[in-house]
């Protein structure tokens, strides 16, 4: 079995992509402090947020239900993974009071699915402290009146995070398993499997699965929908891009993602360090299933890409490096699923 893993870099101009809670009258960024040292940050959930949003307006969306109030509320998806891009990719978890015959009363059933695409905090590579946006409201009032004072904060800053795609879960809902919830209900599994879904042991537990020419879409629409992901906070005043900077991605068979020191911090700037890559490829070329792909926007920190391709050379020769644009690099390789070249990404070698 094989994992997309890597890393998304993404360049923050005079943004504030994600707010945290603000207080009197002043809106704050989501940030932390190490060693009294601050880094801004967008949540997973926020990025998250982001490609589901940006998904192609051909794929419905799972409905969501509301149910309760004040600190009763839930909120859940239909959880239909077989229906429902989003609730495959992205996952869910639904508790709600069971409607079987024999039940007792009050007694609720709880289905899961764990998350196909993980992904990891993107927090500034180098320290940054926000700066105050100092605003005023004043349209429509008298010249005698008080202007309406409002602050904001904002900061220029690349964002890294790591990113992991689980490929054999892709398009496969756990039914059974004495350590493992259900992720369908057991009175829609026979429907499932009448609209075309088989049977499937992955990982020791008993599953339902989509037919291979479906589960090769699910992860292109994914990688498609990465190149061109929008969104953020405070679009009308820092409307800015959101799509990767750089893009480090490979298919590892354990899933352990080596890469995340690739891009680091270095004199207060971030740096990408082509000696660390080099050194993670020899270190892990057994697990490695085929070539890292790194995709980089021309422009993005400096010359630094032109240097990358020379102390790569021998690598991007060899093919054990491809090269190019973040958005050629996924639109590529979405293809390339979809054209079944990918195909034994998808097995589970235990069965």
Known sequence: M???????????????????????NRGEVK?????????????????????????????????????GDNKKQQAYTQGRPDLYLDDDLFGYMIAVKSEEKNAKKGESQSFMRD??????????????????????MSRGMGPDAHPVIHEHEMYTADLAGDLLIDLPRVGTFEVGGKAT????????????????????????????RLPLEERRRRVAVLLRTMAVVKG???WSAHYGDR???????????????????????RERATFFDADVLRQEIEAWKDELDGPVRIGWAPGFLGSQRELAEKDLEDLVKSEKV???????????LGDEFEAGRHDAWFDDEAA
Request: proline letters at 8%; charged letters at 15%; a positive charge.
């Open 322 to 332: 491809l090269l190019g644009h973040p958005r050629t690099v996924l639109n590529t």
């Open 115 to 136: 998350t196909v695409l993980a992904t990891g905090t993107l927090v500034a590579v180098v320290p940054n402290t926000p700066v105050i946006d100092f605003g005023t």
């Open 31 to 67: 940030k932390f402090t190490v060693s009294r040292q601050t880094y801004p940050y967008v949540s997973a959930q926020a990025s998250r947020r982001w490609l589901r949003d940006s998904l192609p307006a051909t794929e419905t969306a799972s409905p969501v239900t509301r149910t």
């Open 232 to 234: 953020g906070a405070k």
């Open 181 to 208: 919830k259900p992720a369908l209900n057991p009175s829609v599994v026979e429907e499932v499997l009448a609209n075309g879904c088989s049977r499937y042991t992955l990982r020791n537990v008993e599953c339902v």
């Open 243 to 265: 799509t990767p900077g750089l893009l480090i991605l490979a298919p590892v068979k354990g899933g352990t993602n080596p890469f995340t020191r690739v891009v680091r911090a």
């Open 2 to 24: 094989t994992f997309l893993v890597g890393q998304s870099v993404l360049e923050i101009k005079a943004g504030a992509p994600n707010n945290g809670r603000g207080q009197d």
